[in-house]
């Protein structure tokens, strides 16, 4: 096997607690390239084994040719990673995102080189997006965003 490195990543995915207070001092600080809309959506996960649906509002924006998703949760039937970061008294960065077309085949790479388990999984249109257990080695997560 090759040494595993990624070259790149597309999104940086932060969970706050009230994304109506943080939209203007997001909006202060970056100079985004459209209006900040924040946008409510519903989502289904699979999370440790067990579907859980969540309702969340969210903003997604485009910076220095990365990606900025920012979301709070509004309500949800169970435990999900953004539901579990604010029960920990935490916000701010969550996750760091990377666009694949081989997801599987780096899931494979990473649970055999550093036994990371993929922890949360699921789809949003055409996408599939899963989320490796990285958040004890590098403080935060990864998500695979496969196309």
Known sequence: MS????EKFDQIGIVVKDIEKTKPYLGGLFKFQSKLNIVEQNST?????????FKMKKMMQNFAGKQFEIVEVI??????????????????????????????????EF??????DVVQTGKAGKVNFFYLDTRKLIGFYLELISF
């Open 75 to 108: 309500e949800s039937s169970g435990d999900h990673l953004y539901l579990d970061f604010i029960k920990e008294g935490n916000e701010g960065l969550h996750h760091l995102g990377v666009y694949t077309k081989n997801a599987e085949e780096l899931i494979t």
């Open 3 to 6: 040494e595993l490195k990624l």
């Open 45 to 53: 996960v699979k999370y440790k084994g067990k579907e859980v649906v």
């Open 111 to 116: 649970k055999s080189k550093y036994n990371l």
